[in-house]
């Protein structure tokens, strides 16, 4: 078995390969993406990675299950916070733009996977994001029922914001010219949501 490249902190293996894995498809996507490139991102032999995972279709679906369960978990723990709803409203936004900032090679395989539609990834994007949604849904209507404004679409409305997070944080050269050095997530979700934005 290969080692890691000199200065690279020992991680686990199977966790190495997931971010390899990550970085590739989202540069590639699942077809252009080659198991051998993987393997030596992380520092092992193509045999080594078919033994954690027997297929380039496995290793796509672990990395897309992996991004959804840490962005959950995140999004969980902004709801959480002891805090108004409005604070929280901020936190959870400010959280999903966060995470993707941190982790721009994970919007950039959402955008492959919604654009693709019928790799391996399809089921679990449907199985992890409509549950997310439905949380954020719930955490919107139930906790903000008394702040948001009133008729709101809020599926609609959490599905523009995250949209726009997503391509933003996707565009790699592009994000500058086209939405410009400021982010302005916190503003555009606050204009959506609360009847009182503009006058803040």
């Known amino acids: 078995m290969g ?14 390969l997931l971010d390899a894995a990550e970085q590739e498809f989202a540069r590639l996507g699942l077809r252009g993406a080659r198991l051998e490139d993987i393997a030596a991102a992380a520092g092992i ?7 954690h ?17 840490r962005l ?6 902004a709801m959480a916070q002891p805090a108004d709803f409005s604070a929280r409203f901020d936190a959870v936004v400010a959280s999903f733009a966060g995470f993707l900032a941190d982790h721009p090679a994970l919007a950039r395989v959402v955008v492959w996977e919604l654009l693709d539609g019928q790799g391996p990834g399809r089921a679990i994007l449907l199985d992890e994001v409509v549950p997310l949604l439905d ?5 919107a209507r139930i906790e903000g029922h008394a702040e948001i404004r009133r008729g709101l679409a809020v ?3 959490i599905l523009q914001v995250a949209s726009d997070v997503i391509l933003r944080s996707a565009a790699a050269e592009f994000k500058a010219p086209l939405w410009g050095d400021a ?4 503003a555009l979700a606050r204009a959506l949501f609360f009847p009182d934005a503009g006058e803040t």
């Open 135 to 139: 949380l954020v849904e719930r955490f």
């Open 72 to 77: 959950g978990a995140a999004l969980i723990e």
């Open 155 to 157: 599926r609609a409305a």
């Open 3 to 16: 080692r890691p490249p000199a200065g690279t902190a020992l991680t686990a293996t199977p966790e190495r």
């Open 53 to 69: 995972y027997p297929s380039k279709d496995l290793i796509y679906a672990a990395v897309v299950r992996r991004t959804f369960e």
């Open 45 to 51: 032999r193509r045999p080594s990675l078919l033994y």
């Open 183 to 186: 982010d302005h997530t916190r």
